[in-house]
């Protein structure tokens, strides 16, 4: 037998229907919130993704070369892609372009729970507008999203990077040695980012000071304890927060998201249930077409992990139900076999889900793979009900049957 | 600037949001044919496909190793991945399975008009019930989808190529030459099938029938001249397809297939409108599970070009209208801005499709980008109407402005 690639998934029909459900409320609320949908390659020259992360990404990523010898990229992640194409394409349409993504990105990395080589992420972007109110629109889109699929146990966490970054280069951290310490810190590895500091030269107040900032976390009242531009950029946001309806929020200077490009406000959405590997959303603003060849423009997104939401949904133990057939066709013999597939497609042209027999089965075992189908009803199609234009129908739940003229089937099932 | 990879495409909002409807399109029906989704992942290993077609298809498909030093191929197609799943996890499921899938799949050739390295498949398999009903059944699906889409001229043809394998068999043709054969009758590449013939010594007359045999083609009346079980199958076939209402098909004995592993009725839907590149759905029946492993199994699928079959739609003028916004907030001046803020999410939580100015921008500024939204309505936030618990709404479409109580809004929008 030939197996699947390892970290890699097949779907099957009840876990897929589930996953199209969950996407299509994600889906329905981008677009109530004016986002539209886009899509880009699977794949993109690996340029794009060593541009935006450094050459290190390559050894994280599957990349590899064409037989054009083209050195290309399964996309990692979707920002870039989406910053490229609004580089090449959008960057004369009215702004702000308020865009939202969905689908598989891939990383070559350890399997582990929750954790695949391929995944998928359910992403959206603000470009173009250099607002407070634009960060508090994507933070206010992420947190409905997530009670919008059901998730009842999540904590939503709001920062700013402009102000450590800010602080750590006041210190002397130079910027080529931030991405580091950034990382450090963001992964809560005090000891590491001590050493980094250190041979900075930073004094031990100094790094002390930075330590007591990351940890600042808590309600709103906070706020007033933050000084300068950034603070008065955070009151303004919580404020519009504040009028979006998005009320179990926190500030947490320690959102550091250790990623060079963030520029400004950062924001996490962690499910406590999930336990260490916890973060389901992430995002802030960033400046990254530039980076792409583009004019510097203000933008904003976030990145919703779908596999890791499921997940802890599952944990919180929320339910789906495949919807089953409407109705599952069964003649009683041969004589009334054609019949069947003659009503079964009447069904279907009315907008039934209606399934039929396929395999010449005796009536009992046809009536088994009905019940297998999860249909509603069945409709026995039988020579003597046939003779006066009607057919059996049995309800599956209760067992209970009825004759149905073939006129009135269709409205009968409907019901 | 960093460009997209060749041949392949960036999905703009208003063409994403035609092509997720007519996907969606196409998944409703397939449902109400009692159809079920599944997925599996962009790639495979590379055994899978060499096993299905050959060693040569590598040189066709995009192949790489991982950092494991495993070699894996980005899937060219999704029949095989589907039963590689069906073998692996499927193979104990109630019969039939009736499944299908709508993804990407890559091919490295050279780009062209309705041809890229990046493209989209709908398809489905009906597997485990070797009655030619199963193969009305995805025939009548196919042409379900292709009407539902709204394609007006296009021409389904139905072949066996068991017959014609029976008949090259019979003139000498040994199995091993039997695909390459195949390929250029159903390419319609006389001259160089005749010279494998005679390369087969197969007699002059002989390789005329073949062809006057290939050349067999119109309507039902033909079925009567077609001998054996082959004949009696074709036959039935055709009875049923009536009782499933299909009714403009083709009989065409030189719809081959040139695909090694169809056993049995091969079909294929063309759209004339789209000149050379016509085809737009092709499948048939086929044994593959064994070869991966499994069971043998009969199995009917069927893959619709959803690339393709857009151009056609496209070509004979079929309109898709992008969804604008129900509505779209601003405020008269910054006094009211929060306002609109609490206004776009009373909306939003009501269901409605509502953006909100983001800009900070001037009156009028902010209704060029109402109007560039396409919104139905634009709610001007003012302070006069404020203080009356009010706002002012515009029909976009006439400019016809009224009052409206924000107690009432949200159903003043959605009548």
Do not use: W
Not at 172 to 181: D, H, K, R
Not at 298 to 306: D, R, Y
Not at 349 to 365: E, H, I, P, Q
Not at 368 to 378: D, M, T
Request: contains cysteine; glycine residues 10%; hydrophobic residues 40%.
């Amino acid at each position: 037998m030939i197996q699947r690639p390892r970290g890699t998934r097949d779907f099957l029909p009840d876990e897929m229907e589930r996953r199209r459900h969950y996407e299509s409320l994600l889906r329905e609320t981008a677009q109530l919130y004016g986002f539209r949908e886009v899509a880009t390659p699977m794949f993109e020259n690996t340029e794009l993704f060593t541009t935006k992360s450094g050459p290190n990404i390559v050894d994280e990523i599957y990349s590899f070369q064409d037989k054009g010898g083209r050195e290309i990229s399964l996309r990692p992640e979707l920002t870039a892609p989406v910053m490229r194409m609004f580089v090449n394409e959008l960057s004369n349409a009215p702004r702000p372009l308020k865009l939202f993504y969905f689908g598989q990105c891939f990383r070559y990395e350890r399997p582990q729970s929750g954790r695949y080589r391929e995944f998928f992420q359910f992403g959206a972007e603000i470009i173009g507008a250099p607002t407070a109110e634009t960060d508090a629109e994507a933070i206010a889109l992420a947190e409905a999203m997530i009670k919008r699929l059901g998730l009842k146990n999540y904590v939503l966490r709001v920062g700013h990077i402009g102000i450590l970054r800010e602080k750590l280069s006041g210190l002397g951290v130079p910027q080529e040695g931030m991405a580091e310490l950034l990382q450090k810190l963001d992964k809560k590895l005090y000891d590491e980012a001590r050493s980094l500091m250190e041979a900075y030269d930073v004094s031990s107040e100094g790094i002390n000071a930075v330590f007591e900032f990351t940890a600042l976390s808590g309600g709103k009242d906070l706020l007033s304890r933050i000084e300068g531009e950034a603070g008065a950029y955070l009151r303004e946001l919580f404020s519009i927060l504040e009028l979006y309806g998005v009320e179990a929020v926190q500030l947490d200077l320690g959102t550091v998201r250790g990623l060079d490009y963030y520029t400004g406000v950062v924001f996490e959405v962690e499910a406590p249930s999930l336990g260490a590997e916890k973060q389901v959303c992430g995002g802030g603003s960033y400046t990254l077409s530039e980076l792409l060849g583009g004019e510097s423009v203000f933008s904003t997104g976030f990145a919703i992990g779908f596999d890791r939401i499921l997940l802890a949904l599952e944990k919180e133990g929320a339910n789906f139900s495949p919807q089953g057939l409407d109705a599952y066709v069964l003649a009683t013999a041969n004589e009334t076999r054609p019949d069947s597939f003659r009503i079964v497609t009447m069904l279907r042209k009315a907008g039934l889900r209606a399934d039929v027999d396929l395999m010449r089965r005796k009536l009992s075992k046809a009536m088994k793979q009905a019940a297998a189908s999860r249909a509603r009803y069945a409709v026995i199609v039988g020579a003597r009900d046939l003779a006066e234009n009607a057919g059996t129908v049995r309800e599956m739940s209760s067992g209970e049957q009825r004759r149905v003229s073939l006129d009135e089937l269709v409205s009968y099932l409907s019901a």
